[in-house]
């Protein structure tokens, strides 16, 4: 079993940055897709992005050249860094993990961590 707790979060001003962490407890991270996702009020859950067993990394168009996933397996640790903050990005942000291959779908996805909020105002 996995746990996630994921860190990071705050406000921001448009066009901010920010580093969000998911730091991982439990069954040996080999083989699992590592994944973010958030969700504003009203939302459903959307995938930002996924990293693979083989290090294939993938964005949603609407992040795409602004926010960055990356992990460090030697502190078990998945990182997202976000660029250019905007308005729309506010939401409460997190990190996921399934075995196998990566999917954009959250129900597939078998571990989460507590969420991180991110505000970026005007």
């Known amino acids: 079993q996995v746990q996630l707790v994921e860190s990071g979060g705050g406000s921001v001003q448009a066009g901010g940055t920010l580093t969000l962490s998911c730091a991982s407890f439990g069954d040996s991270g080999i083989g699992l897709c590592m994944a973010w996702f958030r969700q504003a009020p009203g939302n459903q859950r959307e995938w930002l992005s996924s990293?693979?067993?083989?290090?294939?990394?993938n964005y949603r168009d609407s992040v795409k050249g602004r926010f960055t996933i990356s992990q460090d397996n030697a502190k078990n640790t998945l990182y997202l860094h976000m660029n250019s903050l905007k308005p729309e990005d506010t939401a409460m942000y997190y990190c996921?993990?399934?075995?196998?291959?990566?999917?954009?779908?959250?129900?597939?996805?078998?571990?989460w961590g507590q969420g991180t909020q991110v505000t970026v105002s005007s």
């Open positions: 996921a993990a399934r075995w196998g291959d990566c999917s954009s779908h959250s129900s597939t996805y078998n571990a």
């Open positions: 990293i693979s067993t083989t290090g294939s990394k």
